[in-house]
Antibody, heavy 126, light 106 residues
């Protein structure tokens, strides 16, 4: 049974870079799309972006300039970096695996995340 | 950008009630829509994908319908475990979630 676990600092200073890693266990990172999603306290869900195991990425246009997602297949991990953070980036950050079957158009594929990590709270504060 | 709206934002219901939540997209998304259930402190759980396909292991009292811009999630007979917040999500272009519908006890 595939499980995902987020790890990283729970507190980041304003203007610095938030870095998180998601470790995949019980299965291989190959042949799937892997997403990051966040949820500010008491608010809704926001998709940050995804990476395919091959390394191709797709980001939420509203965050694209500050986000980098990378993958390390040898460690069965993928990572998130968000630069120049502000208090608005305070949220629970989830990593997730997208379903195999989705919708592809114009070279991009999208599917609903079906397996999620438990989430990790990141607070941006000095 | 495709925007998602949900109604109502809060729904008070009793065990055994039939519950319907509506989700609308700002443009047509065919049937590229999913529904999630989230309980406090937990990650969302996928219930429905492709508008009406039930995810494995999800009780059959949950059903989804719709296409284009209007979709519904129906719980045929609300159970105690169903009190939660429900989100729709489109995956026609990027991924966008609706603002959520909280189902609480009447």
């Amino acid at each position: 049974q595939v499980q995902l676990q987020e790890s990283g600092p729970g507190l980041v200073k304003p203007s610095e870079t938030l870095s998180l890693t998601c470790t995949v266990s019980g299965g291989y990172i190959s042949s799937y799309y892997w997403s990051w999603i966040r949820q500010p306290p008491g608010k809704g869900l926001e998709w940050i972006g995804y990476i395919y195991y091959s390394g191709s990425t797709n980001y939420n246009p509203s965050l694209k300039s500050r986000v980098t997602i990378s993958v390390d297949t040898s460690k069965n991990q993928f990572s998130l970096k968000v630069s120049s953070v502000t208090a608005a980036d305070t949220a629970v950050y989830y990593c997730a695996r997208e379903q195999v079957l989705g919708y592809c158009s114009g070279g991009s594929c999208y599917a609903p995340p079906d397996i999620w990590g438990q989430g990790t709270m990141v607070t941006v504060s000095s | 950008d495709i925007q998602m709206t949900q109604s109502p934002s809060t729904l008070s219901a009793s065990v055994g009630d039939r519950v319907t939540i509506t989700c609308r997209a700002s443009q047509s998304i065919s049937t590229w829509l999913a529904w999630y259930q989230q309980k406090p402190g937990k990650a969302p759980k996928l219930l429905i994908y492709k508008a009406s396909s039930l995810e494995s292991g999800v009780p059959s009292r949950f059903s989804g319908s719709g296409s284009g811009t209007e979709f519904t999630l129906t719980i045929s007979s609300l159970q105690p475990d169903d009190f939660a917040t429900y989100y729709c999500q489109q995956y026609n272009s990027y991924l966008t979630f609706g603002p959520g519908t909280k189902v609480d006890i009447k």
